[in-house]
Nanobody, 117 residues
Framework: QVQLVETGGGLVQAGGSLRLSCAAS????????MGWFRQAPGKEREFVAR????????DYADSVKGRFTISRDNARNTVFLQMNSLKPEDTAVYYC??????????WGQGTQVTVSS
């Protein structure tokens, strides 16, 4: 089955930027919409952004609108999340997956984003 590997996380000061990448390994996600999700300590995993196969349909959580940008490079089987003006409340482990989330999905390890005050 296709494995998704998230990279690009790290420690950043409030107001800074990070660019996350999600690359498919062992297959492709041709024709499918993809999304970014995040989970902070003690909280449920939540939706962040989604993008259709052709990039015609893009949606964001209200909490990140105007600050985050989702994009994809289908030739490289990669999805990106550009995060600007980061806030401490953005601190979480960020995951990518198909959208809608497939039933009984196996989540990857994610990438840790920590925003300091």
């Amino acid at each position: 089955q296709v494995q998704l590997v998230e990279t690009g996380g790290g420690l950043v000061q409030a107001g800074g930027s990070l660019r996350l990448s999600c690359a498919a390994s062992g297959g492709t996600f041709s024709g499918v919409a993809m999304g970014w999700f995040r989970q902070a300590p003690g909280k449920e995993r939540e939706f962040v952004a989604r993008i259709s196969w052709t990039s015609r349909i893009i949606d964001y959580a209200d909490s990140v609108k105007g600050r985050f940008t989702i994009s994809r490079d289908n030739a490289r089987n990669t999805v990106f999340l550009q995060m600007n003006s980061l806030k401490p409340e953005d601190t979480a482990v960020y995951y990518c997956n198909r959208y809608p989330i497939p039933p009984d999905t196996d989540w990857g390890q994610g990438t840790q984003v920590t925003v300091s005050s």
